[in-house]
Protein backbone atom coordinates (compact mmCIF):
# COMPACT_ATOMS: atom_id res chain seq x y z
CA UNK A 1 0.00 0.00 0.00
CA UNK A 2 2.70 2.61 0.96
CA UNK A 3 4.15 2.33 -2.56
CA UNK A 4 0.82 3.76 -3.97
CA UNK A 5 0.82 6.73 -1.81
CA UNK A 6 1.88 9.91 -2.87
CA UNK A 7 1.67 10.99 0.78
CA UNK A 8 0.69 10.11 4.44
CA UNK A 9 0.60 11.56 7.42
CA UNK A 10 -1.52 11.91 10.61
CA UNK A 11 -3.37 15.61 10.98
CA UNK A 12 -5.07 16.58 14.57
CA UNK A 13 -8.33 18.73 13.72
CA UNK A 14 -7.34 22.29 15.56
CA UNK A 15 -9.97 24.22 14.19
CA UNK A 16 -13.19 23.97 12.19
CA UNK A 17 -15.18 26.47 10.51
CA UNK A 18 -11.98 29.67 11.74
CA UNK A 19 -13.73 31.90 9.55
CA UNK A 20 -17.13 31.16 9.94
CA UNK A 21 -19.74 28.52 7.80
CA UNK A 22 -18.72 28.68 4.46
CA UNK A 23 -21.77 25.98 2.96
CA UNK A 24 -24.49 24.93 4.25
CA UNK A 25 -27.84 23.72 2.76
CA UNK A 26 -28.12 23.99 -0.78
CA UNK A 27 -24.63 26.36 -1.44
CA UNK A 28 -22.91 23.29 -3.51
CA UNK A 29 -26.26 23.34 -5.48
CA UNK A 30 -25.99 26.58 -6.60
CA UNK A 31 -22.78 26.55 -7.31
CA UNK A 32 -23.07 23.71 -9.64
CA UNK A 33 -19.76 21.56 -8.51
CA UNK A 34 -19.54 17.94 -8.74
CA UNK A 35 -17.87 16.05 -6.09
CA UNK A 36 -17.04 12.02 -6.17
CA UNK A 37 -17.03 11.08 -2.00
CA UNK A 38 -17.39 8.10 -0.68
CA UNK A 39 -17.79 7.38 3.09
CA UNK A 40 -18.13 3.98 5.01
CA UNK A 41 -20.76 5.50 7.46
CA UNK A 42 -23.27 2.59 7.59
CA UNK A 43 -26.44 4.49 7.48
CA UNK A 44 -27.38 7.61 5.29
CA UNK A 45 -30.35 10.02 6.13
CA UNK A 46 -33.82 9.59 3.73
CA UNK A 47 -33.30 12.83 1.75
CA UNK A 48 -30.17 10.88 -0.16
CA UNK A 49 -30.97 9.08 -3.62
CA UNK A 50 -28.77 5.69 -3.78
CA UNK A 51 -30.60 4.13 -6.61
CA UNK A 52 -27.83 4.64 -9.33
CA UNK A 53 -25.21 3.72 -7.22
CA UNK A 54 -23.44 0.50 -6.63
CA UNK A 55 -23.38 0.37 -2.54
CA UNK A 56 -24.59 1.97 0.08
CA UNK A 57 -21.61 3.26 1.17
CA UNK A 58 -21.93 5.53 -2.09
CA UNK A 59 -22.50 8.93 -1.97
CA UNK A 60 -24.41 11.00 -4.79
CA UNK A 61 -22.97 14.34 -6.14
CA UNK A 62 -23.31 16.34 -3.57
CA UNK A 63 -25.26 19.25 -5.96
CA UNK A 64 -27.78 16.10 -6.30
CA UNK A 65 -28.27 16.13 -2.65
CA UNK A 66 -31.16 18.14 -0.85
CA UNK A 67 -29.05 18.66 1.88
CA UNK A 68 -25.00 19.48 2.31
CA UNK A 69 -23.55 20.79 4.99
CA UNK A 70 -19.24 21.33 4.88
CA UNK A 71 -16.96 22.74 6.95
CA UNK A 72 -13.36 23.79 6.68
CA UNK A 73 -11.15 22.25 9.07
CA UNK A 74 -7.41 23.51 9.75
CA UNK A 75 -5.13 21.15 11.12
CA UNK A 76 -1.42 20.27 11.63
CA UNK A 77 0.55 16.64 10.71
CA UNK A 78 2.33 14.64 13.64
CA UNK A 79 5.64 13.34 11.29
CA UNK A 80 6.33 16.13 8.53
CA UNK A 81 5.14 18.97 10.20
CA UNK A 82 2.98 19.89 7.49
CA UNK A 83 -0.22 22.76 7.83
CA UNK A 84 -3.51 21.50 6.22
CA UNK A 85 -6.83 23.46 5.62
CA UNK A 86 -9.66 21.38 4.40
CA UNK A 87 -13.08 21.29 3.45
CA UNK A 88 -15.09 18.24 4.73
CA UNK A 89 -18.92 17.05 4.49
CA UNK A 90 -19.49 16.91 7.74
CA UNK A 91 -22.66 15.82 7.65
CA UNK A 92 -21.63 12.43 6.47
CA UNK A 93 -18.09 12.70 8.12
CA UNK A 94 -18.58 14.63 11.65
CA UNK A 95 -15.43 15.82 12.71
CA UNK A 96 -14.58 17.79 15.79
CA UNK A 97 -11.58 19.66 17.30
CA UNK A 98 -9.12 17.15 18.76
CA UNK A 99 -9.68 14.42 16.10
CA UNK A 100 -6.99 12.87 14.66
CA UNK A 101 -6.96 11.75 11.34
CA UNK A 102 -5.01 9.52 8.82
CA UNK A 103 -4.72 11.29 5.47
CA UNK A 104 -3.07 10.25 2.61
CA UNK A 105 -3.11 11.53 -1.25
CA UNK A 106 -2.97 9.05 -4.03
CA UNK A 107 -2.79 8.94 -7.82
CA UNK A 108 -5.09 5.23 -8.01
CA UNK A 109 -7.49 3.28 -5.72
CA UNK A 110 -5.50 -0.03 -7.24
CA UNK A 111 -3.54 -1.80 -5.15
CA UNK A 112 -1.19 -2.75 -7.83
CA UNK A 113 -1.12 1.17 -8.82
CA UNK A 114 -2.93 0.65 -12.00
CA UNK A 115 -5.57 3.67 -13.29
CA UNK A 116 -9.12 3.68 -11.49
CA UNK A 117 -11.94 5.27 -12.70
CA UNK A 118 -12.81 8.69 -9.65
CA UNK A 119 -15.52 6.85 -9.24
CA UNK A 120 -16.38 4.10 -6.05
CA UNK A 121 -19.18 1.87 -6.72
CA UNK A 122 -18.34 -1.99 -7.45
CA UNK A 123 -18.88 -1.57 -11.04
CA UNK A 124 -16.10 1.15 -11.16
CA UNK A 125 -13.50 -0.80 -9.61
CA UNK A 126 -14.36 -3.64 -11.10
CA UNK A 127 -14.66 -5.59 -7.47
CA UNK A 128 -11.90 -5.84 -6.68
CA UNK A 129 -9.88 -4.95 -3.09
CA UNK A 130 -9.01 -1.11 -3.39
CA UNK A 131 -7.23 1.76 -0.98
CA UNK A 132 -10.68 3.04 -0.60
CA UNK A 133 -10.80 -0.67 1.71
CA UNK A 134 -9.02 0.66 4.50
CA UNK A 135 -10.23 4.46 4.97
CA UNK A 136 -13.67 5.88 5.77
CA UNK A 137 -13.70 9.16 3.88
CA UNK A 138 -12.75 9.58 -0.07
CA UNK A 139 -12.91 11.95 -2.00
CA UNK A 140 -11.38 12.29 -5.83
CA UNK A 141 -10.43 15.47 -7.23
CA UNK A 142 -7.82 17.62 -8.92
CA UNK A 143 -4.39 19.87 -8.63
CA UNK A 144 -4.81 22.90 -9.57
CA UNK A 145 -2.16 25.03 -8.14
CA UNK A 146 1.57 24.06 -6.51
CA UNK A 147 3.27 27.52 -5.42
CA UNK A 148 6.31 28.26 -3.12
CA UNK A 149 4.65 29.44 0.26
CA UNK A 150 6.37 32.35 1.13
CA UNK A 151 6.55 34.06 -2.11
CA UNK A 152 2.95 32.73 -3.27
CA UNK A 153 4.47 32.15 -6.53
CA UNK A 154 3.13 29.72 -8.99
CA UNK A 155 5.84 26.52 -8.56
CA UNK A 156 5.50 25.00 -12.55
CA UNK A 157 4.18 26.68 -15.34
CA UNK A 158 1.53 25.30 -17.86
CA UNK A 159 1.25 22.40 -15.60
CA UNK A 160 4.11 20.60 -16.42
CA UNK A 161 6.06 21.70 -12.74
CA UNK A 162 5.64 20.31 -8.99
CA UNK A 163 7.37 20.96 -6.26
CA UNK A 164 10.49 18.90 -5.55
CA UNK A 165 12.88 17.85 -3.41
CA UNK A 166 14.97 20.67 -1.96
CA UNK A 167 12.19 23.15 -3.32
CA UNK A 168 11.41 24.61 0.50
CA UNK A 169 8.54 25.27 2.07
CA UNK A 170 5.56 24.54 -0.74
CA UNK A 171 1.94 24.32 -0.80
CA UNK A 172 -0.26 22.40 -3.11
CA UNK A 173 -3.72 23.60 -3.82
CA UNK A 174 -6.37 20.93 -5.00
CA UNK A 175 -10.24 20.91 -5.52
CA UNK A 176 -12.87 18.42 -4.82
CA UNK A 177 -16.00 18.97 -7.36
CA UNK A 178 -15.71 23.03 -5.16
CA UNK A 179 -14.69 21.18 -2.03
CA UNK A 180 -10.87 22.33 -1.48
CA UNK A 181 -7.88 21.31 -0.14
CA UNK A 182 -4.74 23.09 0.60
CA UNK A 183 -1.78 21.33 2.02
CA UNK A 184 1.47 23.31 3.04
CA UNK A 185 4.56 22.18 3.82
CA UNK A 186 8.34 20.81 3.46
CA UNK A 187 7.95 20.62 -0.79
CA UNK A 188 9.82 17.20 -0.86
CA UNK A 189 6.57 15.39 0.52
CA UNK A 190 4.94 17.50 -2.18
CA UNK A 191 6.81 15.76 -4.96
CA UNK A 192 4.46 13.44 -6.51
CA UNK A 193 1.57 16.30 -7.00
CA UNK A 194 1.87 18.13 -10.71
CA UNK A 195 -0.94 20.45 -11.70
CA UNK A 196 -3.93 18.91 -13.33
CA UNK A 197 -3.29 15.51 -12.14
CA UNK A 198 -5.97 13.72 -10.72
CA UNK A 199 -5.37 12.65 -7.11
CA UNK A 200 -7.37 10.78 -4.41
CA UNK A 201 -7.87 11.92 -0.73
CA UNK A 202 -8.28 8.79 1.64
CA UNK A 203 -9.26 9.99 5.55
CA UNK A 204 -9.95 7.66 8.83
CA UNK A 205 -9.65 8.53 12.49
CA UNK A 206 -6.87 7.25 14.49
CA UNK A 207 -6.85 7.25 18.20
CA UNK A 208 -5.45 9.84 20.46
CA UNK A 209 -2.28 9.13 22.00
Known amino acids: MASVLIFEDIFEVGVIDPDGKKFDKGELMRRGRRSSIKTRRPSLPSTFSLSSFHSPNLLPPLENRKTSSVSRIEGRSDLYEMDLTL ?19 AP ?3 LDGGPTEPFFGA ?9 ADA ?7 TVFKLRDAAAAAPAGA ?5 ASAGAGRCEALVS ?7 LAGDGAKLGGLRVGDGV ?8 SA
Open 200 to 207: YLLMRKVP
Open 87 to 105: DVAVDVYPLSVGDKLSLAL
Open 135 to 141: YEYVAHG
Open 176 to 182: FGGLLMR
Open 108 to 110: TLA
Open 123 to 131: AAQGGRASL
Open 158 to 162: GGAGG
